[in-house]
């Protein structure tokens, strides 16, 4: 069993920067990729960012347009998401999982229970 757990949600103004991060333990990930998902009020939960642990390949959701950066760090087991310019509409509940990357999304074995992001106007 694959335990994640993410840290590093607070609440900030709009414009800040934030680094969430997500440690994975427990058996080894069988997929090829971790990745960061969000559920903002009154919405579904979406794709943020996907990354393949063993080559590092990086993919976006649209919305993000260069404001974030997924990373990880393999020997440690764990990613990233590096938040830049921040707005009040990414506020939300972020969450890392593990699985397998697709175009434009993952398809997750695991899940983490999330981390709370707040931002103000």
């Known amino acids: 069993q694959v335990q994640l757990e993410e840290s590093g949600g607070d609440t900030v103004e709009a414009g800040s920067s934030l680094l969430l991060s997500c440690l994975a333990s427990?058996?080894?990930?069988?997929?090829?990729?971790m990745a960061w998902f969000r559920q903002t009020p009154g919405k579904e939960r979406e794709y943020v960012a996907g990354?393949?642990?063993?080559?590092?390949?990086?993919d976006y959701a649209r919305f993000v347009k260069g404001r974030f950066t997924i990373s990880r760090d393999g020997f440690k087991n764990i990613m990233y998401l590096r938040m830049n310019g921040l707005k009040p509409e990414d506020t939300g509940v972020y969450f890392c999982?593990?699985?397998?990357?697709?175009?434009?999304?993952?398809?997750?074995?695991?899940w983490g229970r999330g981390t709370e992001v707040t931002v103000s106007s």
């Open positions: 999982a593990a699985g397998n990357l697709i175009p434009g999304s993952l398809i997750a074995d695991f």
């Open positions: 427990g058996s080894a990930i069988s997929g090829d990729a």
């Open positions: 990354i393949k642990m063993n080559t590092g390949q990086t």
